[in-house]
């Protein structure tokens, strides 16, 4: 870090003192000493890198490989958490559009178009301008008295703990410039998620952190003063993550501060693992009854939950009981298996858990079929980087996305992978003050908006490509998918969608045995299995 300079610093008052009084050849090695000196002092004051700021003079080895495109860079710098690589043009977007960087590029697409998989969108013939204005969702059903309008990208649930106090700060004060989101994540309500004045989403977990008593139950009267605060616009229940479903969260140990400690309420310096389920309901009906009574305390603000999607019928399980007691959730954020985080067991992130495709299709799909499906907006989150995500994910179902992992790096992250080692190298997912404090939050603010503002932009762009007025006339048969080398669909014939109240009226063959096993009193053991098109 900055100590490197120190000998450098000393080999150059040794290399220009000995060639005062022994030999001039000396200056041959305090020239160049100089200049590092210089270079590093310049790195340690200037504010745009967080990586130079935290390794002067060594940090320019890393933007020497992106300059050595695309074989270096890939292999060097693009790998995502989980290993696998990161798709260089994302990474590229994501970084060029938090600077401010034109988004256009040279020669054609570098997707294979004849590679199974490959997924399009088709434009018309009469395109139209795009909207001027950010399209905007109205959250909120008709228990609710306090609705949000939600913007189509927020940033997606990231605690303190996992994030810098630095990190959260730039990310909110981006998200009131830019007027979109901010979830907290399970980590609880801070200072810092409320210095820059954005609008959040209180996310809350089986660990109850923020709102928790001293045996790491709920608190009720906790909740009730902190979501009464004008900032938090709507309040989250965490079912289960994307990136590790039937697991609690995991905070390691080396980043379990006194502070931290002191925001959870929880131990300082031990692992901190939130319990796998919540204490505060045992069947899909209390689940329902807690969410109507968290409105209640939160005096009619937005409130729904978070899940990555498992079993099919412990979700339709979820919905009978929504119908069963006539209230539903004001929203429900879908969260997919390839979501990222910053501690988990590689098997759960690789092979645990719906991918955002198909759990997102499940839940639209099952909330239109019991009746539901216009008394609650859906939210997708998992790997939603590009404004391409946003229309795919509407056309499947969404209402609006959430973006952490895009989020981050226009913060700053260079996927370094070293989350879970308080060491990150830029100082966004670390607890080690002398590392974040090389993120600077006025600069890295102005990233965060600049994504989200571009991002929707390019997907308003895409949407007026195709015609279309605006999101809302975005439907499955607008998204293609190649399933073999001659084979083309698009959604609407590759899955079977429901019509409004179908499971209710004369559930489909495929939905009926399901639909008839799911007890809205009983999370059901995984006694059967999903067959077909499940969605």
Not at 157 to 172: H, T
Not at 200 to 229: C, Q
Not at 249 to 274: D, F, H, M, N, Y
Not at 400 to 417: D, K, L, W
């Amino acid at each position: 870090m900055a100590l490197l300079l120190v000998p450098v610093l000393l080999l150059l008052t040794a290399a220009t003192g000995w060639a005062a009084t022994l030999s001039a050849w000396w200056l041959i090695a305090a020239v160049p000493l100089a200049v590092l000196s210089l270079v590093g002092l310049y790195d340690l004051l200037q504010r745009r890198h967080s990586i130079l700021r935290n390794f002067p003079v060594l940090g320019h080895v890393r933007f020497l490989l992106e300059d050595i495109r695309p074989e270096l860079q890939q292999y060097f710098i693009e790998r995502n958490y989980d290993g696998r690589p990161y798709d260089r043009d994302t990474r590229s977007v994501i970084y060029e559009r938090a600077k401010g960087i034109h988004g256009e590029q040279a020669f054609g697409t570098e997707r294979d178009v004849a590679e199974v998989g490959y997924e399009f969108v088709v434009h018309s013939t009469a395109p139209l301008d795009p909207e001027e204005r950010q399209p905007r969702v109205r959250v909120g059903g008709p228990d609710c008295t306090q609705p949000y309008d939600m913007a189509l990208l927020n940033v997606s649930a990231m605690s303190f703990g996992a994030l810098s106090a630095n990190a959260l700060r730039a990310l909110n004060a981006g998200a009131a410039a830019g007027g979109f989101a901010h979830d907290t994540g399970e980590g609880g309500l801070t200072d810092y998620h409320l210095e820059g004045g954005g609008d959040l989403v209180w996310e809350i977990g089986s660990g109850y952190f923020g709102t928790r008593t001293e045996n790491g139950d709920f608190d009720p009267g906790m909740f009730a003063d902190k979501a009464a605060h004008p900032q938090v616009k709507c309040v989250s229940l965490k079912l289960s993550q994307g990136a590790k479903p039937g697991i609690g969260g995991v905070l390691p140990a080396v980043k379990v501060t006194r502070e931290i400690a002191e925001a959870r309420g929880v131990p300082q310096g031990k692992k901190c693992v939130s319990p796998p389920a919540h204490r505060v309901f045992h069947t899909p009906r209390e689940l329902i009854q807690f969410i109507a009574h968290m409105r209640e305390m939160a005096e009619g603000k937005p409130t729904g939950f978070k899940l990555c999607v498992g079993s099919r019928l412990e979700w339709l399980a979820i919905c009978k009981a929504m119908v069963d007691e006539g209230t539903t959730p004001d929203f429900i954020v879908v969260d997919g298996s390839e979501g990222g985080t910053g501690a988990a067991p590689l098997e759960f992130e690789d092979h645990v858990g719906m991918p955002l495709t198909e759990g997102l299709i499940t839940v639209h799909n099952a909330l239109v079929g019991a009746g539901l499906r216009d008394r609650i907006r859906i939210g997708a989150s998992g790997k939603v980087s590009t404004g391409i995500d946003l229309v795919k994910r509407i056309a499947q179902g969404a209402d609006y996305t959430n973006a952490a992992r895009a989020m981050m790096m226009a913060v700053g992250c260079i996927q370094a992978q070293m989350c879970h080692t308080d060491k990150c190298p830029v100082g966004v997912a670390t607890q080690d003050p002398r590392r974040s404090r090389a993120l600077d939050v006025a600069d890295k603010s102005v990233r965060v908006r600049r994504f989200q503002q571009a991002t929707v932009a390019q997907a308003q762009q895409i949407i007026a490509a195709m015609g279309l007025a605006g999101p809302h006339e975005l439907t499955p048969a607008m998204l293609h998918r190649r399933i073999d080398h001659t084979t083309v669909r698009s959604y609407d014939d590759l899955f079977q969608w429901l019509r409004p109240g179908e499971l209710l009226d004369d559930a489909p063959e495929a939905w009926a045995a399901d639909w008839a096993a799911a007890d809205p009193d009983r999370f059901s053991p995984l006694t059967r299995t999903t067959r077909g098109a499940t969605v």
